[in-house]
């Protein structure tokens, strides 16, 4: 029979569990804003405007101030029951990995990075494939052969956009110089417009004449750079900103994290949700470039079958994109000061 001191001692063990009842779903994004632009956007309108439509509203958001807030944000949701627990952006790793294990009964699913726990679910993209194909568009269109890009924070994983884009320019004309720029060392470099439109800046001065930038708010910046100047194109990155400087910007290299943030709830309601990792390029319809209204008179029908053509090629396996982040070097130059 349990003595009444061991049963004490295991009555204290449970009731120090986090136990949540599942309820309905949850976004928590980054510190960006909800209306960035950019990530954050794109799981908005892309992911929690149609699942509201589709299922209703019972789907709480939240948007912290800080990193410094990620893992209480994580834990007040997951205490309210909320699952799947959708987590916006790699700088969440960290964040998951500390709450996840707490609350084995709920499900989290991180986009951008991978925890490798057994109830996250994580959700990459081969941002290699598509920043190849607006790569190679920027080449057909930079006359000089000039290009430049810009990440917000100097990590592996920004740099994987970069050699993709490198690579992509390259296969059009092996003559393209692409400079390459990072904001900062830390995430401050996603959030700081001024800082992305000064090296933009700096960048068209040189001689550069479409820039690509991977730098979440800062992009805006950059954006911003580029429409001061005639002649000179952005692409933006993450969700469709081809809308943001009409005329300006040549396309966008889109992440369809909005889509991969709902069917990751829409899973869970139908019992199918699993943790481990998804990645998702081109094949998967996981990343792509953008066509529309706003960039349709800068890119020829002719420039149009070409991308397209690359685009399958790649789809196919006949055109190999390296993955930086498989050896830390990219296989063409990309030039830093």
């Known amino acids: 029979m349990m003595s009444l001191q061991k049963l004490l001692v295991s009555m204290l063990i449970v009731s120090a569990t986090p136990v949540a ?4 779903p949850a976004v928590a994004y980054t510190e960006a804003g909800k209306f960035d632009s950019s990530f954050n956007e794109a799981v908005y309108r892309e992911g929690v405007v149609p699942f509201k439509s589709q299922y209703g509203n019972d789907l709480v958001e939240i948007n912290p101030n800080s990193p410094t807030q990620f893992v209480q944000v ?5 205490n309210q029951g909320r699952s799947p627990i959708v987590a916006v952006g790699f700088s969440y790793a960290e964040a998951v990995q500390k709450v996840a294990p707490n609350y084995p009964d709920l499900q989290f699913t991180v986009i951008d990075t991978v925890v490798d726990l057994p109830n996250v679910q994580s959700i990459v993209f081969k941002e290699h494939e598509g920043s190849f194909v607006v790569g190679a568009l920027a080449a057909m269109k930079a006359k000089n052969a000039k290009l430049g890009f810009i990440g917000g924070v100097d990590l592996p994983f920004i740099r994987r956009f970069g050699c993709g884009f490198a690579q992509g320019a390259h296969y059009v004309n092996k003559k393209t110089e692409v400079q390459l720029r990072m904001i900062a060392s830390d995430f401050s470099g996603f959030s700081n417009a001024a800082k992305g439109e000064e090296i933009a800046n700096a960048l068209i001065g040189g001689g550069t004449e479409v820039i690509y930038a991977a730098a979440g708010g800062s992009g805006n910046g950059v954006h911003k750079a580029a429409s001061k ?5 952005a692409i933006g990155v993450d969700s469709n900103q081809n809308f943001l400087h009409p005329g300006t910007m040549l396309t966008s290299m ?4 909005g889509v ?6 829409e899973e869970s309601k139908r019992g199918t949700w ?3 990792v998804k990645s998702l390029g081109l094949a998967e319809n996981g990343v792509d470039w953008q066509l529309d ?7 020829s029908l002719k420039e149009e079958k070409r991308i397209n053509a690359i685009r399958d090629d790649i789809i ?8 930086y982040l498989d050896s830390n070097q990219c296989p063409v130059p990309l030039l830093e000061n």
């Open 21 to 24: 009842m599942a309820s309905g």
């Open 74 to 78: 994580l834990t007040d949701l997951a």
């Open 229 to 233: 100047n005639a002649n000179v194109y």
């Open 254 to 257: 889109v992440k369809k994290v």
């Open 260 to 265: 991969a943030a709902y069917g990751s709830w």
């Open 274 to 276: 699993r943790a481990g």
């Open 293 to 299: 209204i706003f960039n349709r008179g800068l890119v």
């Open 316 to 323: 196919s396996g006949k055109i190999k994109v390296v993955d």
